[in-house]
């Protein structure tokens, strides 16, 4: 099965998503903030990227910049997730290159239609 990279601060979000994941037979790995998450998509070679766009160190939409700058990774696949739901929001998550992009709190049902969709 594909291996999903979480990029996620909030322990909460973290456990409860991953878990979810993981029983539906997805490798979940997990970084903390932009910065490590962008070390990762590098070292660990995800099949795709759920990147919450409010991290510490670097948030998420300059980690998604970041990532499909680099010819290395650009390839995979980033659903951008956020608490803010505004069309502006949907539309700079897509200017900073991610894929697709869902709000949160997350509708399990849409989000896994949407890795899906990306991975197929």
């Keep these: 099965m594909a291996k999903i990279l979480y990029v996620e601060d909030n322990e909460m979000n973290r456990d409860m998503l991953s878990r979810r994941l ?9 970084a903390f903030d932009g910065q490590a998450g962008l070390d990762m998509m590098r070292n660990d070679s995800p099949d795709i990227v759920l990147m919450d766009m409010g991290l510490p160190i670097l948030d998420g939409w300059e980690a998604t910049i970041q990532a499909k700058a680099d ?5 995979i696949p980033i659903i951008a997730l956020t608490a803010h739901a505004l069309e502006s929001d949907k539309q700079k ?15 399990f049902k849409r989000l896994l239609e949407k890795i899906e969709a990306l991975l197929s």
């Design 22 to 30: 993981t029983r539906r037979g997805y490798d979940i790995i997990m």
């Design 71 to 75: 010819d290395s990774i650009n390839s």
């Design 93 to 107: 998550a897509l200017e900073c290159g991610a894929d697709d992009f869902d709000t949160k709190p997350v509708d």
